[in-house]
């Protein structure tokens, strides 16, 4: 049995979907720990906390909305006519790259606010 490219854009997209999740916990957590401290009741605090915590709220939400967007996508590829092939590709390629915007997030949030790569 043949897979269409929507069958593999969504595994390329659950894929991607479960690497923005580990690269949230392995960069954005931990960052927001160690600028914003563990207790919020402590008061530890530096001066890029609140950066920090609105760049992990948004890669948050961002993972949250992928399937929705999922949905979208797959619904929007059910009202196309068939003759925009170029728009259906487009749609259809277009699942995996919110979750991989993500990455790409977390990877600027680490650049940004991450301990000094030397």
């Known amino acids: ?7 593999w854009a ?10 923005a999740f580990f690269a949230f916990m392995a960069v954005g957590f931990p960052l927001e720990l160690r600028e914003c401290g563990a207790d919020p009741f402590t008061g530890y605090e530096t001066e890029r906390c609140a950066l920090v915590g609105e ?3 948004a890669a948050a939400r961002v993972w949250v909305a992928g399937p929705l967007l999922w949905l979208l996508a797959g ?5 196309l006519p068939e003759r ?3 728009t259906r590709r487009l749609v259809v390629w277009s699942v995996p790259a919110l979750p991989g915007s993500d990455i790409a997030a977390q990877a600027i949030v680490y650049m940004l606010y991450g301990p000094p790569l030397v």
């Open 1 to 7: 049995m043949r897979m269409s490219r929507a069958a």
């Open 10 to 19: 969504l595994i390329a997209g659950a894929l991607t979907w479960v690497a």
């Open 55 to 57: 760049w992990g709220s």
């Open 75 to 79: 619904l929007s590829l059910r009202l």
């Open 84 to 86: 925009l092939v170029r």
